[in-house]
């Protein structure tokens, strides 16, 4: 980089090449543009009305890639109604509607900007974004704006709309919030209200109180509680029922019974005038567990949104060769034994066989490798797969359920579900003491019954409220929430109750490399040239051989090529894994590994300046070598610090990755990892954790890739990187957005903290239990003493759990 | 304190206007979005309604269209 004031484009930031003619009149001001796509989006914008998108955005617009006229031709075909009939609804009015994942929304000036520019629409009757999820709704008149030209517009702004079926999951996920919420909202009114009328009924007691008006108070609190009990603390009861149904004591088992119990016993004391009542201790404990469930949910409903998007792995649309030529149709009406054509960059819509052409796969989606393979007529591909060089006609063989995408999920929720779980411990813990307490319960009943008849009834509420296990069962959750709720403000989320638990027991800690330890993505770390090239020809050349290539070395190349860049290739000649051949103004140019340009080049040059473990690209003419390129791919900022804070807290770290044995021993060694694997497949990764836990090892898994999804979903606790794939994310129990290795290292730590807190909570708990328990069966502590007891022990548990809320820093 | 048996049913229904509140605005959609509409407010279209010097200006138009 020289010092002279590089101009950055107006929209996207990014620098704008040297006689770069793309301006835009923003504000009465010619402002710079990098290239034709940003024009475009920019003029749309200015042209719009739209110019304060630009004053009020907070974060630079993600580049804007040029409308291409055959992709705007492919939005068409979304006006198909057999394509329709999927994710569009039309209502008696016939106003349709459909539900858009956006794509490329960064800030809130975005929401504001595809608001305006999309309801200004003749036709358009409502679009509205929601900025928390980056979904948009819109309803149209289908008479007036067809569902393309709705998409177009967006495109025309520089973002990317998707339709997708919002039936599903997202109809589910809404219904299941809004009844949380009510739910919770009635058990917190009417806790304050019970709460209020209980304040009065102990200073009654104290002071004195009118007969009627106390009466009058308990059937208020009855009343009160009631929907409490029945709407509120249903979701216990159900959970509960299904626990007994098959023969095991959960949790929900000792809560439920402690509602039910306190409920009837409160009832009844109120019915006939005697007793106590404990209608505050019954709507409190209702509320808490609610309001823990709730922030759980929502976290775990997060990361199912991810999983939708995966959907997008698979086209929407495909080219099906018929005799009468070539259509395009929706991925879903493909039959078996149809033929496809697929062009180079696309991907690949079905399992199916080659019967034309030849061409290189990326097959990152299966073996995390980024290097595509070659194949050729008779070759098996996989739907999902990206084609990279030629184009292809493919045989469809297996669709829908059947294609192997759809059993990498099928993989994914059955290892989800037989994941060994240490909470499961806790709940079997808190069974026994509820069978315990049961037993006891009746035994300490019969003796009084046969003792004292009258006070036995009084004498067996008061041991089952003041030992209710409501502190027990709040130590967990309570402790989890606040841990979690203050991780989220570190960025990294939570999306599993067990997860905090089971990280705070890890011992083996599991890396992948690529995009986990490492950025992800290769970059061009140094040059070398020879002869009297000139640096920024030499990538030219590079990049025009690399055009129309989805390698991940031309993408390096093509980023650092001039625009426009003037050199053209023709003649350009793939060979996979080798490199690009083609020809420059009638010269034959070659770009690839030492073996590929061996022919031309005999001996690599002794002076070679190459960095450690960089991949070297070579660029010869037809006689000699024109320069060397050095590939690398970045470590993450601060990864050392944080493999060294894991190593100091006694787990041991494993780097275990797809990657050949040079680059993984290289990455190791800069780390000091000593436990390593390389050239790893999925199944490879699989045993190896399987072997880490049968030796009784905690495995916890840090991964990005589809690949990785089900050793993710194996390990005991796995997390995955905010930019890795939504496979992974869906996949995993916790998921690190900030990308930031260090925030790791904090969340080992906050998990052992809340365990600790867990762990003082439930010993607190059981104290209280046991102390309290032989008082009780002896008929010492009246039941007004055991409701208050017994709150205040939940709310000792709870004020506990808060202390991890309040402090960040560690 | 007979006052009180008159005072505690109006508390009541206090409680449920307060929960009908809340369950008409858990089915409109209030809690649907929590961040956007902080934003939206912030964001509106009172600018075409700002005077400005420069007679190109395409807001200009857009208020002369209307």
Redesign the interface.
Known sequence: MTGNHKEECFHCGLPVPQNSSYRVKID?KERAMCCPGCEAVAKAI??G?L??FYH?RTEISPTARAAVPEILQELTLYDKPELQRTFVSTDEKNIKQASLILEGIVC??C??LNE?HISALAGVVEFR?????HRARVRWDDTQIHLSDILQAIASIGYLAHPFDAGRQEAVY?KE??NA??RL??AG??AV?VMM?AVALYAGDYSGM?AG?EN??RW?SL??ATPVVFYSARSFFSSAWRDLKVHQLGMDVPVSLAIGLAYAASSWATVTRSGEIYFDSVTMFTFFLLAGRFLEMGARQKAGQAAEELVKLLPAMATRVTDEGDETVAVTELMIGDKVRVKPGDSIPADGVIVEGRSSINEALLTGESHPLAKSIAEKVIGGTVNIESPLVIEVQKVGEETVLASIQRLLDRAQVEKPSIAKMADRVAAYFVGFLLILVSVVALWWWQHDPDQAFWIAISLLVVTCPCALSLATPAAMTAATGSLTRLGVLTTRGHALETLAKVTQIVFDKTGTLTKGHLALESMQVFSDIKEQQSLNIAAALELGSEHPVAKVFLQKASIPNEISANEVEAVSGQGVTGLIDGVQYRLGCAAYVASVLEESPATLDKPKNATEIFLVNDKSLLAVFFLNDELREQALESVQALKAMGKKVWLVSGDNEAAVSYIANQLGIENTRHSMKPEDKLSVIADLQQQGEIVAMIGDGVNDAPVLAAAQVSIAMGGGTQLAQASADMVLLSEHLPHLVDAVKMAKRSVNIVHQNIAWALVYNLLALPLASMGYIAPWMAAIGMSASSLVVVLNALRLSKSVDL | ?EI??LL??L??LV?GV??WG??WA??TGQ??????PA??I??D?D??RIPTR?PEN??D??LKEK
Do not use: C
């Open positions: 009465r200015v042209d009305g110019t304060s009020h809130a000036a929401v504001w305006r974004v929601n900025y928390s999820t809404k919030r809004a919420l009510k909202a009635i009114l009417g209200q009328l009118d008006l009058f108070m208020v009343f009160i | 304190m009180l048996y505690i049913p508390g009541l409680l307060a929960i809340f369950i858990v089915k809690f649907d979005d929590m961040e956007g934003y939206r912030l964001m279209d600018d075409i420069n395409t807001a138009k857009e």
